[in-house]
């Protein structure tokens, strides 16, 4: 016998043995209980269908995701099962059947060198195998777990990673066609034990790397909380049995009642959960959101709260508590996760017991007295204590108080008061603005990762800006190690959809992307949900969006060509230099376009200090400041000098004379363009407020409510894109003009 270190081999699930098996027993044919995939399957966006990024409207107890933990084994590879139905007609119904029965006498391939006889390169097989390093020991370890693809007469190995770790080419035709459980073969100076064949469709939606990889590592806060030994008999000498202490939560009923009209009730735990979270036997009762929230929910609302209520109680993912919610802006986030924390620390499906205690939100710091507003608006101040930290309200207050619930702290302040923070006990987490976490190296993602609290929710209006990398730290933070390793989710999900998404992909690239990134969608389709504007369409005015194209001036022009005819910008065109000029170039360009002035400044600025960033910005420059009058001064600068400075002081003179009573948003990237515009408006007697990096957290909300309030006279709201698309909702505006765009274009999206 082989002893086996494969992780498919040691899980230590009783049903996972190898069992007897009589001699005269036939094989099992390889396709046996193989599902094939769907060839109708769409990719991510459901055409028709509001919720178009992976929003999949699963049943938890029909798609769940069955992943292995600490203290479930029998849950142990037993596959993800996906329903067509529930998975937004994107999903995956095939599961992968390992077989790991060994057979006597196991055959031996060899290598043939010089073979003549040749063989389809599109007829390939896949097949779950177990290696080693070759050796002559009699007892061998294998030392992991592999997909064996062959194609043709060659091999190649592939270990649960995604990585080539061995190939080999020139094996026998007639030998290779016999391959079955229990056959051997040499690669690459590996020996190849095959355990069991895999389906196409698993290969290609890469399931059969996530099915074969072992359990993920138990984190020190659930080492932690497993109780230590006790004592059976301990029990006996107590006055009280288990029938005494449950007897208070035999006759306990739900907090509202579940049969109340219009009443909105979460889903009931099904007989895995209470396994898995009931070990004491309590009564199951009905979680009944508060009518008083219900009567002022919409109806993907109450969808949201039901979603991200089954995802942090573990019903959606066995054993995983984490979600994202997605929407867009506008459809009331906020509203959602008040409502959930309210249920959470009111009520539970076990005997009625509150389930979270307490709960800290982190957000940006010119939203933290937003939420504080909004839970007074929904809850009142009587209802549930919370906490807002700033100048006058420091944590160590909370920490010695027992009254508040609720923590709401900005991500600044949360990176100075990590230690007092790590001493209280978080029952949930929300991130709000959460795709800031994009990046997990930062200190800011690292220290949300060290607060030992399961129940995590990001709350974004962009889950994905860039790359599929962020997209994985996000996952990764809300449910750790889902996914696998980062190595292996850039090779068997980003590599491959975008390699079939580059205009130079083959047809083969494209089934394979198209497939991986199915199989991505319906995975964290079970704990993300994003509903796009059109929800909400039918409840609001319609929305009329303009793209204004204005004519340069004069001096804009003139400049204009004298920069094309720049070195560093030919140079760039033609693709001779590295990435800084051209992002010098764009930039130049930028300033330009919104006005002259603007370039003027950045030339002289960099005159008198002599800091130029390389020769290829000190000859973009050459020359410009001769294209200006002698006696220019960029602070006396005119309207005319600016095509679209004049087409924005008509709008504005526009939308002033004919609805007087609207107000205007007017956003740009740069503080240095909004000091221009906040120029022109006191020029044209235009009243205004203005909100940028520049103004304290401490007074952005009153500036914002300022602005919302019907009395309020000012007629233009002056905004830094960066430092207002986080969240405010400025409802006293029904015009939105970009003055500019963002090299991101999530950064306007969010701003609109």
Known sequence: MRRSAAPSQLQGNPLKKLKFIPPARSNPSPDEGITKMSPDVKLIEVVGSPNTFLQLKSNPRICSLNLPTEGSAREINHGCNYSEKHCSEASVTATLDLRHTVHSDPKEITVSKGQEEEEPDSLVKYFSVVWCKASKKKHKKWEGDAVLIVKGKSFTLKDLEGKDIGRGMAYKLKELEKIEEGHRVMIGGKEVEVMGIISPDDFNSGRCFQLGRGSPAISSSSQAAKKCFSNPFKSVCKPSSKENRLGGFQDCKPRHDPHAPNSLVMSRPDNNHQ???????????????????????????????????????????????????ADEMGLGKTLQCISLIWTLQCQGPYGG??????????????????????FQKWLGSERIKIFPVDQDHKVEEFTRSPFYSVLIISYEMLLRSLDQIKNVKFGLLICDEGHRLKNSAIKTTAALISLSCEKRVILTGTPVQNDLQEFFALIDFVNPGILGSLSFYRRVYEEPIIISRQPSASEEEKKLGEKRAVELTCLTGLFILRRTQEVINKYLPPKIENVVFCRPGALQIELYRKLLNSQAVRFCLQGLLGNSPHLICIGALKKLCNHPCLLFKSIKERECSSTWDGKEEKSLYEGLVDVFPADYNPLMFTEEESGKLQVLLKLLAVIHELRPTEKVVLVSNYTQTLDILQEVCKRHGYTYTRLDGQTPVSQRQQIVDSFNSKYSSDFIFLLSSKAGGVGLNLIGGSHLILYDIDWNPATDIQVQ
């Open 275 to 325: 396994w898995m979270f009931n070990k004491k036997g309590f009564p199951v009762v009905d979680v009944v959101i508060d009518p008083h929230l219900v009567y002022h929910l919409r109806p993907h609302q109450k969808e949201g709260i039901m979603f991200l209520y089954e995802c942090v109680m573990g019903m959606r993912v066995n054993g995983r508590c984490g979600a994202i919610l």
């Open 353 to 374: 017991k509150p389930v979270v205690k307490k709960t800290l939100i982190v957000t940006p710091g010119s939203l933290v007295n937003n939420w504080r507003k909004e």
